[in-house]
């Protein structure tokens, strides 16, 4: 009897978790998953190597060291600050971000070459990063009360399970109409994410190609985003991450733009 009572109260907690999950509605979902991918952790640090691929297989690299901290709950403040290794012609380059619930964010370069940090328009929040296939958007996410969110169905992608989103942007001079994102129902990582033109026709590819565990989060360590029209590839991929290592909010000022601490880029 006692073992029947246990697993009686076993199977009910599994039914209720699963009715929590399905219950959920698309922004609530697209919540989770911004939390579970742009907000894990007090703070991170990365070191990342980004793969611009062209048509004909041709790969220019990018490293570049990624400092993140949050304030607040996920969807809140959040701030990144961003250093490049190589190549030659973006070497010491650094970018920055002041990302705001609710408004867009504030967004900085700094170019040395000709010494000088460059404030990036709100408009160019869809221009492309460095020259890869992901915008400057993409790195830091984008606000979710930008977009009206509907599930439209359930699909497995390889071993995951996932609620399929399509999200609607409010703004018309945004250059695609929707996104489809595939939400994974136990990471609520974006697995996978289709971008639609203005004639609803996919141009755009985003994919969760590896995913690890780091200090108990798990965490897209390789992903890339693919243009179906230039046939253009940009891969991103995570050398080193870790979580909770104590970023000082002095870091993200424009004197460290220009002369950022050893101690954080190395």
């Given at each position: 009897m006692k073992?029947?009572l246990?697993?009686t109260?076993?199977?009910?907690a599994?039914?209720?978790v699963?009715s929590?999950?399905?219950?959920?509605?698309?922004?609530?979902i697209?919540?989770k998953s911004?939390a579970?991918f742009?907000?894990?952790?007090?703070?991170?640090?990365?070191r990342?190597?980004?793969?611009?691929?062209?048509?004909?297989?041709?790969?220019?690299v990018?490293?570049?060291?990624m400092l993140?901290?949050?304030?607040?709950?996920?969807?809140?403040?959040?701030?990144y600050f961003m250093y490049?290794?190589?190549p030659?012609?973006?070497?010491n380059m650094?970018?920055?971000v002041?990302?705001?619930p609710?408004?867009?964010a504030?967004?900085?370069?700094?170019?040395?070459?000709?010494?000088m940090?460059r404030?990036?328009?709100?408009?160019?929040?869809?221009?492309?990063?460095?020259?890869?296939d992901f915008?400057?958007?993409d790195?830091?996410g984008?606000?979710l009360d930008d977009?009206t969110h509907?599930?439209?169905?359930?699909e497995?992608?390889?071993?995951h399970?996932c609620?399929?989103i399509?999200?609607?942007?409010k703004?018309?001079e945004?250059?695609?109409?929707y996104?489809l994102s595939w939400?994974?129902?136990?990471?609520f990582?974006?697995?996978?994410?289709?971008y639609?033109?203005k004639?609803?026709?996919?141009?755009?590819v985003?994919s969760?190609d590896?995913i690890?565990?780091?200090?108990g989060?798990p965490?897209i360590?390789k992903r890339s985003?693919?243009n179906l029209?230039?046939?253009?590839?940009?891969?991103?991929s995570?050398?080193?991450?870790?979580y909770?290592?104590g970023i000082?909010?002095?870091?993200?000022?424009?004197?460290?733009l220009?002369?950022p601490p050893?101690?954080?880029?190395?």
């Amino acid at each position: 009897m006692k073992k029947f009572l246990i697993l009686t109260a076993v199977l009910f907690a599994a039914m209720m978790v699963s009715s929590n999950v399905h219950a959920m509605n698309a922004e609530e979902i697209m919540k989770k998953s911004q939390a579970s991918f742009l907000y894990p952790g007090a703070d991170l640090k990365a070191r990342v190597m980004m793969k611009l691929i062209s048509k004909g297989g041709q790969e220019r690299v990018r490293e570049m060291m990624m400092l993140r901290k949050n304030y607040g709950q996920p969807g809140g403040e959040q701030k990144y600050f961003m250093y490049f290794f190589q190549p030659a012609d973006v070497r010491n380059m650094t970018f920055m971000v002041y990302k705001y619930p609710g408004k867009d964010a504030d967004r900085w370069l700094f170019v040395p070459a000709i010494n000088m940090v460059r404030r990036i328009a709100a408009q160019d929040k869809r221009s492309s990063f460095v020259g890869s296939d992901f915008t400057y958007e993409d790195i830091s996410g984008r606000n979710l009360d930008d977009d009206t969110h509907a599930v439209v169905k359930e699909e497995k992608i390889g071993d995951h399970d996932c609620t399929v989103i399509k999200s609607t942007p409010k703004a018309a001079e945004m250059e695609y109409s929707y996104k489809l994102s595939w939400i994974d129902k136990t990471t609520f990582l974006p697995i996978k994410e289709e971008y639609y033109d203005k004639k609803s026709e996919l141009y755009r590819v985003f994919s969760a190609d590896e995913i690890k565990d780091v200090k108990g989060h798990p965490t897209i360590t390789k992903r890339s985003m693919k243009n179906l029209l230039s046939g253009h590839m940009t891969e991103v991929s995570f050398l080193k991450a870790d979580y909770n290592v104590g970023i000082e909010d002095s870091l993200f000022t424009e004197r460290y733009l220009k002369q950022p601490p050893k101690r954080w880029i190395e």
